[in-house]
């Protein structure tokens, strides 16, 4: 049996006229019949680093008996000059989370994965505190299971004030050990009561893991780095999924 949550999340690779540009993470959310790949927004465009890819491809499962078995499965990002993901900005400027479509129709046969739906999404904190266990489901350094191509999982703690914005950010702070290519991977949280609510996917969904959060002021040679990350609130794929 593959644990159902390591079918939630896709290796990305960025491309820019047929060249491979990075690799990130990736993972399926569902709202209704609409199916949707979540990532970070720096992974399909950044200005500050001259980053715009203009395609996605990721890799799926075809298999349920052998998931040995995959293919390739690319995703435009852009369709008559306009952008086809979906961003957003709220009172403290940009969120780093996007959201790309995925026409149903074109999906190979016999596909195989999970998605988080909004019934994955926390509905209250009242078991959501600082030092509380999660899992950052990813590929760093686009590292993982190349035989059956599946992701790894590094365990985290929530390390900030969950439900309060850290500095006035979208964001709270995780404390892992992660690396270029995670970004865009799910923080989860397994559902404390297994009441079989959620199906054959009994975790919640907290955030998008976005970048590892470093001190400007500190001396490289000297301090190491604090081991601290930023994983935007999860509850802003209902906004860009409506």
């Known amino acids: ?73 690319s995703i435009p990002l852009y369709r008559n000059g306009l952008s086809l993901w979906r961003e957003a900005h709220d009172s403290a400027g940009p969120v780093d989370v996007a959201i790309i479509e995925i026409e149903r129709a074109a999906l190979p046969q016999n596909v195989v994965f999970y998605a988080f739906t909004p019934q994955h999404l926390p509905e209250s904190f009242e078991h959501i505190e600082v030092g509380t266990s999660l899992l950052v489901v990813g590929f760093p350094l686009g590292f993982h299971d190349t035989l059956h191509h599946l992701p790894v999982v590094r365990q985290a703690v929530i390390a900030s004030s969950f439900g309060l914005r850290f500095q006035g950010q979208g964001y709270f702070l995780t404390d892992a050990r992660t690396h270029r290519g995670t970004s865009g991977a799910p923080v989860v949280m397994r559902q404390a009561n297994d009441d079989g609510s959620l199906g054959d996917l009994p975790w919640i969904l907290l955030g998008v893991h976005s970048a590892r959060l470093d001190v400007g002021s500190r001396d490289q040679e000297v301090d190491e780095a604090l081991g601290l990350n930023c994983a935007w609130y999860a509850d802003i794929l209902m906004a860009l999924s409506g």
């Open 1 to 73: 049996m593959i644990e159902s949550i390591l079918l939630t999340t896709v290796r990305i690779s960025t491309l820019q006229g047929g060249l491979c540009l990075t690799n990130a993470s990736g993972f399926f959310f569902q709202r209704d019949e609409r199916l949707f790949l979540v990532t970070s927004r720096h992974v399909v465009f950044d200005k500050e680093s001259r980053h715009e890819p203009d395609q996605l491809e990721i890799e799926l499962h075809t298999c349920a008996a052998d998931i040995g078995k995959s293919t390739g499965f």
